[in-house]
């Protein structure tokens, strides 16, 4: 084989392919530069900053020349510059034209696409490279096809005509794209197709006039995949997002949902990214819905924003709206954060630093049933101050806030509240315990509107307790509070399971707050809270300070964990109680006679498994020793294996401790409290195929809550998926209809393609559990540390 390096007709040449014309260096060197691997992404190796003046070399069997005409290589013929390789039958140079043409077998890499041509030609006075007859495949992103023409127009800007692109690798025609004429540009990681058709296995499925896709993980305007699905509700629907990129700090989803039974709803949800930090709002209108006439038009919408700005100040808002009180019965809607029957509709500022805070915040609600209507704060301002190590292992804070409360329900007072809490704290702590003594002191005083309300009577015009007798308008209330902390943590190696550290972790406390009449304030922000074992070491019995429950009593507890021999917790267990020194302070609604109740609280125990990485167990249970019952209990059960998982739950509320804690009236919602039984599964039967299930059981009213099968196929550049979900149905007021049960019934299919801007993976449960959408679904069963 001749070698020509450098000299003047092989730098022609070589520079014919790449660059404009240079002058040629009549030094000879025998090395070459070492060719690069045609199919190697090169998008991250280094380059010079003038590629175009890099050394060309240039081998070929033979050459033939005719002076200022053309010349010939033949034979193998091998071209690199840099990233730049051509390999060819054939290379010509028609000097004249300044044109480049390389023929048979024809291979072009630049290290970030690489190309099989029957023929290339290259223009020296524009740089432009034009295939004929080509198969593709990009070097650094998913893509590859094939096309009649190919024309490269810029660095990394190709214009491709009569063709085709996929991200299924070689060998697998799952899909394509096919278009008339389609435009990629790499830098922007962008392919425009104009008259495209999705092919199916070269089946054509649908045509577009004009369409854009990612061709990498940057995000681009266009159309989104589709989704489609039946249910017994809405009938058949389908759902097509369309992404607009609006700049690098906020973008729009707008999706056009179409249900048969009710008509065409527009979702949209814009994001942003500021310097105050980032947010998004969602819109949902329906126009008319046909299936419920006389509600017309239906919207809902949420606006929700977080950030700090400038480390001091914190930005927080969520409010939330829908069109009527039905609108999440009769609609699936990703608007607000629904608690209670309740849409919240709150917004704070803070400013911190590192010895006070203070928050200036507003909340209202906007309730979806006729009952219970909330407080809402117009506004609250609160002020913090810290004082850590005033003095040695002495601390000192004092919360602070001032609160307006308004409401529109007729009948309940409304009220400004001025709180002050100055409170003196003594830690000690070592490696084998810590005692914490606390003293504070609650300095409350309300201004209340009782203008309307009834502060007379016994009894209300139901006929129930009167919750507003004796109010005042003015009440100043001062309460200490006393509260001492104390734990060990014992530690010891153990043979009965087999070689585990074992903890012994005893904790008690004592807490003194005196009785104080507070039958003049009304409950403006209050209310029970659970008592589970963590819950018996608070200092307060109920949620804000409307009502200072009295306490004298000492709380006991221990909690025992096991490590395994690299300190991985494999079990914890904890039980507690209250001992009420005066009893009067239990406060308990226990229906037996109060001469019969004891001086302790329900036991409160917690449990936390963990064997071998694959069974896993959580379960709580709260005992009542007055009526030797059960109040609370809850219990999960995971088994875990390589393909998947399987778990069980139950949870069970006593209605007497449902109506403690939320404070009014339950019998419309259950006479027996809340027993419910869940089964939950997934399993990954090969690479490809994975199936997941559920099912929920009311085991109080014998009725079938919801349940789903889903199975997805994932192919390497597409997946499809079938869920089938059949769901209790709300009634009025949100509440399950358990007497009658109606239940919606929906079939859904999803569908798209993996590598143009999606990617498919675990959704971070065990065995990537997908739970359709539901509202009962996965819980993680354990909490262990490590």
Not at 19 to 45: G, K, N, R, W
Not at 472 to 493: M, T
Not at 602 to 612: G, K, L, M, T, V
């Amino acid at each position: 084989m001749l070698r020509f390096n450098r000299s003047l007709l092989a730098a022609s040449i070589g520079a014919a392919l790449f660059v404009p014309q240079t002058y040629a260096d009549d030094t000879q060197d025998d090395s070459v530069q070492e060719m690069p691997a045609l199919d190697q992404c090169l998008i991250d190796e280094p380059e010079s900053d003038d590629p175009n003046n890099d050394p060309i070399y240039v081998t070929a069997d033979s050459l033939e020349a005719i002076n200022e005409d053309k010349a010939t290589y033949t034979g193998d013929v091998l071209v690199t510059q840099g990233k730049k390789t051509i390999i060819a039958d054939s290379v010509v140079l028609h000097q004249q034209e300044n044109i480049v043409v390389a023929e048979g077998n024809v291979n072009f890499s630049d290290g970030e696409i690489t190309a099989v041509s029957s023929k290339a030609t290259n223009n020296l006075n524009t740089d432009e490279m034009e295939l004929e007859n080509t198969q593709y495949q990009f070097l650094c992103e998913p893509g590859r096809g094939d096309a009649v023409y190919v024309s490269k127009t810029g660095k990394a800007m190709y214009e491709i005509e009569d063709g085709s692109i996929t991200s299924c690798p070689e060998g697998d025609n799952s899909w394509r794209l096919r278009a008339s004429s389609i435009d990629v540009d790499q830098n922007e990681e962008e392919a425009t197709f104009y008259n495209p058709r999705f092919e199916i296995q070269s089946v054509p499925v649908f045509y577009l006039p004009y369409l854009t896709v990612p061709i990498g993980d940057t995000r681009k305007t266009g159309f989104l995949y589709p989704s489609v699905s039946y249910g017994s509700s809405d009938g058949f629907e389908a759902e097509v997002p369309i992404y607009f990129n609006l700049a690098p700090n906020y973008d729009l989803t707008t999706t056009i949902h179409y249900m048969q039974e009710r008509g065409t709803q527009l979702n949209n949800e814009f994001r942003y990214l500021t310097d105050f930090g980032s947010g998004n709002l969602n819109v949902e209108y329906l126009h008319d819905d046909a299936k419920f006439e006389d509600k017309g038009s239906r919207w809902g919408y949420q606006y929700e924003h977080s950030g700090i700005y400038k480390q001091a100040w914190k930005f927080d808002i969520d409010y939330s709206k829908v069109s009527d009180t039905e609108y999440f019965s009769d609609l699936d809607s990703n608007v607000g954060n629904r608690e209670d029957n309740q849409l919240i509709q709150e917004g704070s500022v803070s400013y911190r630093t590192n010895s006070w805070d203070a928050t200036l915040s507003v909340r209202d609600f906007q309730v979806l049933s006729t009952s219970n209507l909330p407080y809402r704060i117009m506004p609250q301002l609160a002020m913090n101050y810290y004082a850590p190590r005033v003095m040695s292992n002495l601390d000192f804070d004092v919360v602070s806030h001032v609160t307006q409360f308004e409401t529109d329900a007729e009948g309940k007072p409304s009220a400004t509240r001025v709180h002050v809490e100055p409170g003196l704290t003594v830690p000690l702590s070592t490696t084998w315990g810590q005692w914490t003594t606390e003293a504070r002191v609650l300095g409350t005083y309300y201004q209340q509107d009782l203008d309307g309300v009834d502060i007379t009577s016994d009894k209300d015009s139901d006929g129930n307790t009167n919750p507003y007798n004796g109010l005042e308008e003015n009440v100043s209330r001062v309460i200490p509070e006393f509260r001492s902390l104390a734990g060990l943590v014992l530690e010891r190696d153990t043979t009965v399971f087999g070689g585990y550290t074992q903890t012994l972790e005893p904790k008690v406390q004592y807490l003194y707050v005196p009785e104080e009449d507070q039958t003049n304030i009304a409950f403006y922000d209050t209310t029970l809270l659970q008592t589970d074992y963590y819950g018996l070491f608070r200092s307060r019995k109920y949620s804000g300070v409307d009502f200072i429950a009295p306490a004298n009593q000492l709380s006991y507890g221990a909690s025992s964990r096991f490590f395994d021999d690299n300190y991985k917790e494999r079990l914890n267990i904890s039980f507690g109680q209250i001992f009420y020194i005066d009893r009067d302070t239990k406060n308990t609604s226990s229906s037996i006679d109060d001469n019969e109740k004891s001086s302790y609280s329900s036991w409160a125990i917690e449990a936390d498994f963990n064997f071998n990485d694959y069974l896993f167990y959580h379960g709580g249970v709260q005992y009542d020793i007055d009526t030797s019952s059960m109040q609370l209990a809850n219990s999960t059960l995971e088994y875990r294996f390589t393909e998947g998982f399987i778990q069980t739950n139950y949870r069970y509320v006593t209605t007497e401790y449902i109506e403690d804690t939320v404070g009014f009236d339950t019998s419309d919602i259950t006479n027996d409290g809340i027993s419910q039984l869940g089964l939950l599964g997934s399993y990954q039967f090969s690479p490809k195929w994975r199936a997941n299930a559920q099912y929920y059981y009311d085991l109080t009213e014998s009725v079938n809550l919801e349940w789903l099968a889903a199975v997805r196929y994932q192919d390497d550049c597409w997946y499809i998926g079938l869920t089938y979900t059949n769901r209790l149905e709300s009634g009025e007021n949100g509440l399950m209809q358990v007497d009658s049960p109606e239940y919606d019934k929906n079939i859904s299919i999803n569908f798209g393609i993996v590598g143009f801007g999606t990617s498919i993976g675990s959704d971070g449960t065990a065995g990537g559990y997908d739970d359709g959408g539901n509202s009962l679904g996965y819980g993680r069963p354990f909490f262990l540390n490590n």
